[in-house]
């Protein structure tokens, strides 16, 4: 499979990954050969990526860390408690506990998670899939950093969240197609407090966790908000949301920016760390995250060109790519695959 622009799709195309609503319907099952009017709907979705058939590479699959039953329920349950919460209901504890168990579970049945691209995301539902994201990431971090497993559902519930106090910003200021002004900054910085404000009226809920959305963008070196909290004025648990937090939303696909690579959200992720991001739990995301993706299309220095079959889960930057052309831009018909972990003179370039 790969991933490609929804304006470069044609008819004829086969869906590779299947493609869900904000509500958790399915839109287009794996499979499904594209139309003009499945190319028309998915933009007025306001997606803009969505994952194929390569018939070079047909049976090539981009690893998930969760099943999609989990997550499309996970989705579901951030955007109904929202929704709860909008009009003056409580978070329904029950539901969202059994999801986040149904998270760690998965995680932990599984041996060196490593997660690949991000899911297809609307515009519109990007609040509700990025709560997962992060649960998914700091649930990693946390148990690689040797949090108890009822710390790191606790860590978990607070990540899951983490952003609730957006139901009280005006949606037009969320999803503004610009930079925000000064005033609507500030009325954006105020979600921390109201999400901490909402969960620790919950009594099920660990007041720490509520402190997890109250301070996720807290910097070490007190540049962030609320509070200016510096060092270790700021919960550990909140510093693995902050990192995980960061890397989802540099990695998605939002209505004012366009998603980054991996490998160029962990380079600046990279330089944040030790000044504004804690360096043990940066060490235990880069653990977890595959600089290039299964499917991506890369150039290598010796201008040949081909697709990341697999990951080396001792070095995920340097991963095993089967060749589709040469040096001369010819296509080459035979397989032919490079470790770059064994081929130390050989490096990626550039994505495709």
């Known amino acids: 499979m ?16 299947t493609i869900y609503g904000k509500n958790g319907q399915v839109l287009l099952s794996a ?10 709907q998915l933009k007025g979705l306001n997606i803009k990526e969505v994952y194929i058939v390569d018939e070079n590479f047909p049976d090539l699959q981009v690893p998930e860390p969760i099943s999609d039953k989990t997550r499309t329920e996970a989705i579901k349950t951030v955007k109904k408690t929202m929704e709860s919460i909008k009009n003056g ?7 969202v506990s059994q999801v986040v168990d149904s998270i760690l579970d998965e995680l932990l049945l599984q041996n060196n998670v490593i ?28 148990l690689d950093t040797g949090f108890t497993l009822d710390e790191v559902k606790k860590i978990a519930l607070g990540a899951f ?4 106090g957006k139901i009280k910003i005006n949606k037009d200021i969320i999803m503004k197609p610009g ?9 954006v910085k105020k979600h921390s407090k109201y999400g901490y404000d909402i969960i620790r009226k919950q009594k099920r809920i660990n007041v720490l966790s509520a402190h997890v959305a109250y301070q996720h963008h807290e910097y070490l070196d007190g540049s962030g908000y609320p509070r200016g909290l510096k060092g270790d004025e700021i919960l550990k648990w909140a510093q693995i949301v902050t990192v995980a937090d960061i890397y ?19 380079k600046i992720i990279d330089e944040l760390k030790g000044t504004k991001l804690n360096p043990e739990y940066v060490a235990a995301l880069f653990k977890h995250i595959a600089a290039y ?4 299309i890369v150039k290598l220095n010796n201008e040949e060109e081909g697709m990341v079959v697999d990951v080396n889960k001792e070095d995920l930057s340097s991963p095993i790519i089967r060749l589709i052309k040469d040096s001369n831009g010819e296509v080459i018909t035979e397989i032919k695959e490079v470790d770059l972990v064994h081929n130390k003179s050989l490096k990626i370039v550039k994505t495709i």
């Open 89 to 95: 209901a409580n978070i329904d504890y029950e539901e």
């Open 179 to 187: 930079k925000l002004n000064d005033e609507e900054y500030e009325i």
């Open 293 to 296: 993706p299964v499917g991506t």
């Open 2 to 17: 790969k991933l490609i622009l929804v304006e470069n799709l044609e008819s004829g195309m086969k869906i590779a990954r």
């Open 248 to 266: 989802d939303a540099l990695t998605s696909d939002r209505v004012y920016k366009k998603m980054l690579m991996p490998y160029e959200a962990l």
């Open 115 to 142: 997660i690949h691209l991000n899911d297809i995301r609307g515009y519109d539902d990007y609040t509700f899939k990025h709560s997962v994201g992060v649960t998914i990431i700091s649930i990693l971090i946390a």
């Open 161 to 164: 969240l983490h952003d609730i």
């Open 31 to 40: 499979g499904m050969k594209i139309k003009k009017s499945y190319i028309n």
